[in-house]
């Protein structure tokens, strides 16, 4: 089977199960989920970067105290 015909038979089954009716509902909910993944995934990227960025440039506090 090739890309294609295999994603016909996923999309037929699909409507078998879940009927005509079900399927946008559940793409719009699969549409949601993956947004709020990358989301996460971004944000968690973004921290990630905050801790190394602290890590390889420590401040120093001896000279803040002395203040």
């Known amino acids: 089977m090739q890309g294609t015909e295999i994603i016909i038979v996923v999309v037929v089954i699909g409507v078998l199960i879940f009927g005509a009716k079900k399927i946008p509902e ?24 905050d801790f190394k960025g602290k890590i390889d440039n420590p401040v120093n506090d001896k000279k803040s105290k002395s203040d």
């Not at 719009?28 to 989301?39: S, V």
């Open 26 to 49: 559940l793409a719009k909910t699969f549409g949601k989920a993956k947004g709020e993944f990358e989301k996460g995934r971004i944000e968690g990227e973004k921290e990630l970067n």
